[in-house]
């Protein structure tokens, strides 16, 4: 993000500026994929397949090439590596591989998905879903 990264929130810069081991707690609502299609997707991708609403427990591993993350949503485990490619970010979920650019807004930071490939397969763009992930904190909180 270089000089972009000065632009977001405190909680958000103090949240990216982690490292090593650390633990974090929350509260999750997840929507069910509405689509045959989406619901493929969830399915490969290991996120949430139904609604969920509760407690989520956020174990990260960050060191300076890359980051682990464990999301324990209410009603299953996501598992994900995540590191740099040029200015993109690199996810890796399973047998899926997801680029995102990242971007300053207004309110905190915006992860938008470039790419995505299955078992290194590259999905056609027609097909490639919108997902945009986005952060903002207020005080000593962050959210997703």
Known sequence: MGANFARLP???????????QRSLEGWVETHAPATPLA?????CLGSPQQDTRGRIRFELDA???AES???H????????RLGRVGELVEEKLGA???LFSLHATEAGLAMELQSLRFFGVPCPRWL???IVA?????HDQIHF
């Open 96 to 98: 899926s591989t997801l």
């Open 39 to 43: 619901r493929l997707l969830a399915l």
């Open 10 to 20: 405190s909680a958000v810069q103090r949240f990216h500026r982690i490292s090593g």
């Open 63 to 65: 060191r300076p090439d």
């Open 128 to 130: 490639l879903p919108t």
């Open 73 to 80: 949503f209410p009603s299953r485990t996501m598992n994900s």
């Open 134 to 138: 986005e952060e903002h904190g207020d």
């Open 69 to 71: 993350w464990v999301r």
